[in-house]
């Protein structure tokens, strides 16, 4: 069956540095991946999204980068910031019905 | 603008009691979505409804209803809770259904005694 995980549950950093969090999944025919970023005791947030047809895509702070050849994801947060401290998820959104999550990585931030 | 809202926020239950947990999106979104978190784990699909008047059941349905009152509110129902359903819940709606992102409330953590 179709799955969606992330290479490492947990990561620290240092304020300031650059992170990235890495997902792989495994179903070829998935074309299109959503990140979401997961606060204590609230809701997945939308972060930012990418479609197969891209290799890469950038938002504020955050890069998303696509290798479909190896079926790999990874989400890059520059600068990162104490605010950034939350669990985050790569989410498998191809499905009409659904999405798949992988199982997190919680991001810790050191000041 | 609240964007997806869940009541109520904790619930402890007795095994065998029923509830229903409430969820209503301003966005005029057309699908919407319940979800259930354990400890470690990512999102699994319990039901979804695809529009106003469908609903499907998901990844992990059983001892759980919905009900799709209208296009803002859909509803999951605990008939006869117990200790497995102990999870946080989270309602979710898109604008369509496929390959659109979901938006996600802040949860309900129920706890099934």
């Known amino acids: 069956g179709e799955s969606v995980g992330l290479h490492l549950p947990t990561l620290s950093v240092q304020e300031g540095d650059n992170s990235i969090i890495n997902c792989a999944y495994s179903?070829?025919?998935?074309?299109?991946f959503i990140w979401y970023k997961q606060e204590s005791g609230k809701g997945p947030q939308f972060i930012i999204d990418?479609?197969?047809?891209?290799d890469k895509r950038q938002g504020q702070r955050v890069t998303v980068l696509l290798n479909k050849t190896v079926k790999h994801l990874s989400l890059q947060i520059a600068a990162t910031q104490p605010g950034d401290s939350a669990v985050y998820f790569c989410?498998?959104?191809?499905?009409?019905?659904?999405?798949?999550f992988g199982t997190g990585t919680r991001l810790t931030v050191i000041p | 603008n609240a964007g997806v809202t869940q009541t109520p926020k904790f619930q402890v239950l007795k095994t065998g009691q029923s509830m229903t947990l409430q969820c209503a999106q301003d966005?005029?979104?057309?699908?919407m979505y319940w979800y259930r978190q354990d400890p470690g784990m990512g999102l699994r699909l319990i039901y979804y409804?695809?529009?106003?008047?469908?609903?499907d059941k998901g990844e992990v349905p059983n001892g759980y209803n919905v009900s799709r009152l209208n296009k803002r509110e859909f509803s999951l129902r605990l008939e006869s809770a117990a200790p497995s359903q102990t999870s946080v819940y989270f309602c979710?709606?898109?604008?369509?259904?496929?390959?659109?992102?979901?938006?996600f409330g802040a949860g309900t953590r129920l706890s099934v005694l």
């Open positions: 179903n070829s025919a998935s074309d299109y």
């Open positions: 989410a498998d959104a191809t499905g009409a019905n659904n999405l798949f």
């Open positions: 979710a709606s898109t604008e369509l259904i496929a390959k659109n992102i979901q938006y």
């Open positions: 990418i479609r197969s047809n891209m």
């Open positions: 966005m005029n979104h057309n699908s």
């Open positions: 409804s695809a529009s106003e008047g469908t609903t």
